[in-house]
């Protein structure tokens, strides 16, 4: 079964991190990358930018209405993901604690099934 494991972000503690602990995270999601791409259950990853460069679309009597941010306001949000395809619920979970965030207070990662799938790639 596919999973997404989204990391959830909260700036504030990210930004309260040293240099050398956002390294290692960064060295960790490579690390991470390497175990699921070895054991063939990586699918795919996506990074994705802040909120502030986002938009949202909405068509209110058949014309579409763009608007700037997020749709909510909050303190955290999804900074990126990983598709992992695993046995298991709980191969899945472990996979999520291997994903350097999960040891970051402030930060984690949100475990959640796909349960439909379309495109090219499936």
Do not use: W
């Not at 290692?24 to 930018?49: K, N, P, R, W, Y």
């Not at 350097?100 to 402030?106: F, N, R, T």
Request: aromatic share 6%; proline share 6%; net charge negative.
């Amino acid at each position: 079964m596919k999973y997404m494991l989204i990391m959830q972000l909260n700036p504030a503690a990210f930004d309260a991190l040293t240099e050398e602990q956002r390294t290692e995270i960064m060295e960790g999601h490579q690390a991470f990358m390497d175990t699921v791409s070895a054991s063939g259950e990586m699918v795919g990853t996506h990074a994705l930018g802040e909120p502030a460069r986002s938009a949202v679309v909405r068509v209110r009597d058949g014309v579409p209405v763009v608007t700037d941010g997020p749709y909510l306001e909050s303190k955290e949000f999804m900074g990126g993901y990983y598709i992992v395809d695993c046995a298991t619920r709980d191969r899945a979970l472990e996979l999520a604690a291997l994903i350097p965030d999960a040891g970051i207070e402030g930060l984690g990662i949100e475990v959640r099934p796909i349960v439909f799938s379309a495109g090219p790639a499936d």
